[in-house]
Structures are given as structure tokens and as C-alpha cells.
């Protein structure tokens, strides 16, 4: 897709994405904040998709920059909100969200500097060792409520808000991917070695992934940050970034309309899965399992054919 298809596809997202936002109180409450999850949970598959998928690295710090990102638009909106009129709200929570993106960014440039020397299994380690200090902190900063959390954070997401950012990162990533510089981030996922003898900065690609990912995973914090209400440091756990993990594999790594499709599923599931009571996530644990085994390679991951060969995915 050129980059001018890919703006209208943008242009037409957008407006399709604040139409049903504007229609969306004809959906009961329920359903809405589902669909409002799907959004947020798009944001975070899609991002990690870029740093896992795309750029072969193993991380599992992505909660942790949801975390930040969260924590900050809250108090901004906390502190800023009495004070701000009722037409300037959307100002205020655009630049909450980009203030959170922005630290989020800061802190994947913090950690990824140091640890993107590392691969696989140890990446892993030390992104997660990372989530873990940071919801550590949070734990046990006053100023963010501590172990208690944050609560009474204004209700500003809506339907429009969270698929309209579920769009602009579709269009981000793609772009970035599929243009000319970010044939750098596959050649980096291939083989680093061969990468780097063709005189691509390794390195640089990855920190550059990582920075990306973690400003939308700011993003989605703080989407999630201003839908749920409330924020508490164990909502932000290695589970969290487990179930981001998840999401990517079951769509295909490098697959973004897989990576899509299973956010959406993967946010759904549990709640159709609630006539089963406390077996719920027993069950959604074994199909999860099933899934895995009858397509290791992903759901949506399958051959194409281009120029005449056979690529598999």
C-alpha cells in the first residue's frame, strides 16, 4: 500500500472510529467497555507486534510501560481537571495521553539502551526484571496513592478515543515496516549478524522498536488509566504482560490483522466465558493451550506466494 492509501485508509478509520463513538450510546454500558478494552488491548498487541513480531525481540516489559504511561495521564487529569471547562476536556486528556506516551518512551529508551545488547531468553530477564521495579515503585510512591492505587480519575475514554489511537498505531507500525527504513527492523529480526554486515546498526533498530512500542503502551495506559477509573500497581504484574504476549502470538508475530483479530478475541473470550463461573479461566486457560498446539505458528499466520515462490510464515 502507498503511503497516500495508507492516509485515507488513516483518514477514514478516524472518521469511522468517532461515528460509532458517536452512535455508541445505543450499545449497553457493558458492552461498550468491552469494545473500549478491545481498543486499548489493539494498542498494546500492535505495539509489542513492532518489537516482537517485526524486530525478533522477547520482551515482556510492555505492562510496565502501560504502568507509566497510566500513572502519569491520571494525576495530570487528577490535577488538572477541576480547574479545566468542559469544551477544553479533550485537549486535556490528548495531552495527558502524549505527556504519559512521552515518559513511557523515556523509560523504554532508559532500559533499552543498556539491555538491547542482550537476546532472547535474557532480554526477557531483564524487561521483565524492569516491569517489576517499576511496579515496585509505584507501589510505594504516596504521590501516586502507593498500594492503594489512584482512584477518581475522570471517565474521559470513550469508543472514539480508544479505537481512534487503535487506528493511528495500525497506521504507524505499518508505515514504519513497510517503508524503506523499517525493512531495518526485519533485517534485524532474520539474522542480527548478517544485518550488521551489510552495515545496519543492529542496535539502533531495536532501541528504536523498543522506544516506539513503549510510547503507544504509554498511550494505552492511559487510555485504560481514564475508562477504568482506577489505577493499582498489581494490575500492572508480569501477568499483564504475558496476556499483551499472548495476543501477539496467537495473531502471528509479524502479523498485524492476526495480531488485531486476537486482541479482539482474546478481550472478548473471558467475558463470554463467565456463564462457567469459577471455571472460567480454567477453560480459557486450556483453549488457550489447544490453540497454541493446533497452531503454534499463530492463527492467522499463513503461506502466500510472491513472485513465484513460496514464503512461509
Request: charged content about 10%; some cysteine.
Amino acid at each position: 500500500m502507498n503511503l497516500s492509501g495508507a492516509k485515507r485508509w488513516l483518514l477514514l478509520g478516524l472518521i469511522l472510529a468517532f461515528g460509532a463513538s458517536y452512535f455508541s450510546g445505543l450499545i449497553n454500558s457493558y458492552d461498550r467497555g468491552v469494545w473500549i478494552d478491545c481498543g486499548i488491548n489493539i494498542i498494546l498487541a500492535v505495539s509489542l507486534n513492532l518489537i516482537l513480531g517485526h524486530t525478533g525481540q522477547f520482551s515482556l516489559g510492555h505492562a510496565g510501560f502501560m504502568s507509566v504511561g497510566g500513572y502519569t495521564a491520571a494525576k495530570i487529569s487528577l490535577v488538572f481537571s477541576p480547574g479545566v471547562p468542559e469544551p477544553m476536556r479533550p485537549l486535556l486528556l490528548l495531552s495527558a495521553l502524549l505527556s504519559g506516551g512521552l515518559l513511557a518512551a523515556a523509560a523504554g529508551l532508559l532500559v533499552g539502551v543498556p539491555s538491547l545488547r542482550l537476546k532472547g531468553d535474557y532480554l526477557a530477564i531483564v524487561t521483565l526484571g524492569f516491569a517489576e521495579i517499576i511496579r515496585v515503585i509505584l507501589q510505594n510512591t504516596e504521590a501516586v496513592g502507593g498500594a492503594s492505587g489512584l482512584s477518581g480519575i475522570p471517565k474521559f475514554t470513550t469508543l472514539g478515543w480508544s479505537f481512534g489511537f487503535a487506528i493511528i498505531t495500525i497506521y504507524v507500525v505499518s508505515s514504519l515496516v513497510n517503508s524503506t527504513y523499517g525493512r531495518g527492523f526485519l533485517a534485524v529480526s532474520d539474522d542480527e549478524v548478517a544485518a550488521g554486515s551489510m552495515g545496519i546498526n543492529p542496535v539502533r533498530y531495536k532501541v528504536t522498536a523498543f522506544v516506539i512500542g513503549a510510547f503507544f503502551a504509554g498511550i494505552a495506559g492511559g487510555l485504560y488509566a481514564h475508562h477504568k477509573q482506577t489505577l493499582v500497581p498489581t494490575g500492572f504484574d508480569w501477568l499483564k504482560s504475558i496476556d499483551i504476549v499472548v495476543m501477539v502470538i496467537l495473531g502471528g508475530m509479524g502479523r498485524t490483522p492476526g495480531v488485531i483479530v486476537a486482541a479482539i478475541v482474546l478481550t472478548w473470550l473471558p467475558e463470554h466465558l463467565r456463564v462457567f463461573a469459577d471455571y472460567r479461566m480454567i477453560i480459557y486457560a486450556l483453549m488457550i493451550i489447544a490453540l497454541m498446539i493446533l497452531r503454534p505458528q499463530g492463527l492467522f499466520s499463513f503461506p502466500f506466494k510472491k513472485k513465484g515462490a513460496v514464503v512461509k510464515s
